[in-house]
């Protein structure tokens, strides 16, 4: 997804037109509908209705349209102030450590190439912690799993991430193959971070059914170092997101997808409110939204799959 592509969606909403919207944006028709096309294939949803009048927005393409405006504010207001030579402050990023494992280097990274003057503050915790310091504006934007604790966040969905079964490939009862249920690994030794560490526990234990007590979970850890400490020991296996397997880098574990339907984590980005962000702090969300789209597109974010800003896939 490009920004154009935005500028483009937007200009023909506005114009309820097409045709009226390319003599504007001076292409011609079928170049703007191709790239309306385009977009909508990579969102895989319909954006927009065509009419005998004109088109309109679908129900997805009115939501759409919305973010769009507001990504494409920020994306201005932003430029404008880097272009002025104005743009410098502190930004500080609440992320988990699985998250941090494959996006705090890329985002360091792309923030030092596109605004040399802000400096970046990256909190690594635990979601429960990241959530506390989001409501007390103690970080000015996270990527979270559950937005319910929101008070007066700006929240975009990013991505639902596949869940991972990773351990020692001796260990007894680990699966040979690239994807297992979760019904098949009852008997197998889990070691996984503990009920109030985030939202793996009630993933798994939504996707069984039934209660994580008959999980065979032999140890509960909330660390996520000493934890695959634990699983390189093999003392059990664990399931983590994609993004923990960043911290996998020539590692003998091995990652077995889980199959079942449901038990995917969905990331979304939360940030104070448009009127609290600083014009660095808007800047940084526009680059921590490239920078997870393009990890994903390149294949480097494992098993994630981006979502549209009304979270749709």
Known sequence: MELRQL?????????????????ELEMATSTLSQQISALESELATRLLQRLSTGVVP?????D??????LILRQVEAAAHIAQAG???????????????????IPLLRAMRERYANVRLRIVEGLS???????????????????AQAARRWSVQPLLDEDLFLIGAPDLRGMPQGDSVRLSRIDKLPLVLPSEGAGSLRGLVSAALKRPPA???????IDGLATLFDAVHAGIGATIHPASALGRLRNSELKAVRIADRHPRRRNLLASLS???????GLAARVVLTDVVRQLVHE???????LLAPNGGS
Do not use: C, K
């Not at 759409?64 to 405006?69: D, I, L, T």
């Not at 008959?214 to 509960?220: G, R």
């Not at 448009?274 to 660095?280: I, R």
């Open 7 to 23: 500028r483009y969606f937007v200009q023909i909403v506005d114009l309820r037109s097409m045709g009226r919207a390319a003599a």
């Open 64 to 69: 759409f349209y919305r973010q769009a405006q």
């Open 58 to 62: 679908t129900d997805a393409g009115l």
């Open 299 to 305: 294949g480097i974010w494992r098993g994630a799959t």
């Open 86 to 104: 104005r743009l410098s402050g502190d930004v500080s990023v609440g992320l988990s450590p699985t998250t941090a494992s494959v996006i705090a």
């Open 128 to 146: 429960g912690h990241i959530t506390h310091l989001l409501n007390s504006r103690q970080v000015d934007l996270a990527i979270v799993f559950d």
């Open 214 to 220: 008959q999980l065979n979970i032999v140890a509960e």
């Open 274 to 280: 448009d009127d609290e962000l600083s014009p660095a």
